[in-house]
C-alpha cells in the first residue's frame, strides 16, 4: 500500500498556470501507472493524464492535451501535473493514483488501487 499526498491547488485566473505535485512514500515495485484525476460537483471522476511508470509513455484527456503535463521525478517519489492556459471548466478536486493493474494508461479508475485525498483547483 502506498500513501500519496497531493499539494499545489489552489485559485488562479482563466488563463493562469498550476503545478501539482505527488508525493508517494513508496513507488511500489508492482506499480505500473502513475494517473491525476479530478472531480467536479455533479460530475464523475475523470482522468486526466497518466504515465506508465516503468516506461515514457502518457496519456491525456482530450479536454487537457496541448495545455497539461505529467511527468514524474524518481528521485524524489513525486508525480508532477503542470497545468497551463486553465479554463473555468478545469475547476475540480484533483486526485493523485498508483494502479498495480496492467492496461492502466487508458485510466479506468478500477484498474488504480491507491488514492491521494485531493487538492482543490480553482479558477475564476
Known amino acids: 500500500h502506498v500513501q500519496l499526498v497531493e499539494s499545489g491547488g489552489g485559485e488562479v485566473q482563466a488563463g493562469g498556470s498550476l503545478r501539482l505535485a505527488c508525493l508517494a512514500s513508496?513507488?511500489?515495485?508492482?506499480?505500473?501507472?502513475m494517473a491525476w484525476f479530478r472531480q467536479s460537483p455533479g460530475k464523475g471522476r475523470e482522468g486526466v493524464a497518466a504515465l506508465v511508470t516503468g516506461g515514457r509513455s502518457t496519456h491525456y484527456v482530450d479536454a487537457v492535451k496541448g495545455r497539461f503535463t505529467i511527468s514524474r521525478s524518481s528521485a524524489e517519489n513525486t508525480v508532477y501535473l503542470q497545468m497551463n492556459n486553465l479554463t473555468l471548466e478545469d475547476t475540480a478536486m484533483y486526485y493523485c493514483a498508483s494502479a498495480r493493474s496492467p492496461a492502466c494508461l487508458s485510466m479506468t479508475i478500477s484498474r488504480y488501487q491507491d488514492w491521494g485525498l485531493g487538492t482543490q483547483v480553482t479558477v475564476s
Open positions: 513508496a513507488y511500489p515495485a508492482e506499480s505500473k501507472c
